[in-house]
C-alpha cells in the first residue's frame, strides 16, 4: 500500500509494518507476523524490487507482533535488525513481564488472535543477533532514520523518524485501533509493560517534524506527531 513517494505499508490495521523506499535502497520498519512474508514480497515486486534491496530493519521494539519474519530476511539475505539496547533481550529471546489485558471486546479480540493465527504467530521466531541503537542515533539506512527513545510500552521502544518520507513510526508508543476493544482514534495501547512512563515518552513526539504517524496497530495517521501526542495524552480519538 502506497502512502507516499517514499512510503508504503504491509499488513492492514490489525498489524503493520512498512517501508522507505529510495534510489539507495529500501529501510524496513518492523516485521509484523511471520505470515507477513509473503505480503512484503508482493509489495516488493509491485515496485521493482527485491529482498535484496533491504538494507536494514529497524524494529521500534521487541515484542512478537513487530520481529515476525526478522531472523528469517536477516538469516537468508544478511539484512541488519536494529533495536533498542533496552529490547535487545526481548527480540532474542521474547522475556518480557507479564501486563494486564485491560478491557476487551469478544468480538475485536478474537478478531486480532484469529489474524494473528492465520499470519503463523506460533510458534514465534526470536532474530539470533541484533546491531543494538540507542536514543538520538541516526542510522547509515536508506532514508537516514533518527531513533527516538520512547520507553513505556517497553524499555527498549522506540519512534524511528524518516524526515525524507515525512513520517515518524512508533509501534505502539500510541495506536489509532485497540486490538483487543476495535476503538478507532488516537489512543494508548494494550500490553504495555508502564503506562505511566509510555505517557510521559509521548513529550518526545512533540518536537518531530512529520505529515504522517504511523503506528504498528490502526490505520496510518496524517497530522503532525505534535497533535497526535496531545490526542492521546487527552484522552480523545
Known amino acids: 500500500m502506497e502512502l507516499g513517494p517514499h512510503l508504503r505499508r504491509i499488513g492492514n490495521d490489525i498489524v503493520a509494518a512498512y517501508l522507505v523506499v529510495t534510489d539507495d535502497g529500501i529501510t524496513l520498519v518492523d516485521a509484523g507476523l511471520p505470515g507477513h512474508w509473503n505480503d ?44 533498542h539496547e533496552a529490547d535487545a533481550e526481548r527480540a532474542r529471546t521474547g522475556e518480557k513481564p507479564k501486563t494486564p489485558m485491560g478491557p476487551m471486546k469478544l468480538g475485536p479480540t478474537f478478531g486480532f488472535f484469529a489474524y494473528a493465527l492465520r499470519k503463523r504467530a506460533m510458534p514465534t ?61 488516537l489512543q494508548p495501547a494494550p500490553f504495555t509493560d508502564d503506562p505511566a512512563e509510555a505517557s510521559a515518552s509521548l513529550e518526545k513526539l512533540a518536537g518531530l517534524q512529520a505529515s504522517w504517524v504511523l503506528p504498528g ?21
Open 217 to 237: 496497530h490502526g490505520a496510518p495517521w496524517h497530522g503532525t506527531p505534535a497533535d497526535a501526542a496531545a490526542a492521546v495524552r487527552a484522552g480523545r480519538a
Open 40 to 83: 512484503l514480497l508482493r509489495e516488493l515486486d509491485a515496485i521493482g524490487r527485491s529482498p535484496d534491496d533491504i538494507r536494514g530493519l529497524v524494529l521500534t521494539h521487541g515484542d512478537s507482533d513487530h520481529i515476525g519474519f526478522a531472523e528469517r530476511l536477516r538469516r537468508e539475505h544478511g539484512v541488519p535488525v536494529y533495536v
Open 125 to 185: 521466531t526470536y532474530v539470533s543477533e541484533v546491531v543494538q541503537v540507542h536514543d538520538g542515533d541516526v542510522l547509515e539506512l536508506p532514508g537516514s532514520p533518527v531513533i527516538v527513545g520512547m520507553p513505556g510500552h517497553s524499555p527498549g521502544s522506540i519512534a524511528v523518524h524518516v524526515p525524507l518520507a515525512g513520517a515518524v513510526f512508533v509501534g505502539d508508543a500510541l495506536t489509532t485501533r485497540h486490538v483487543l476493544t476495535g476503538r478507532e482514534g
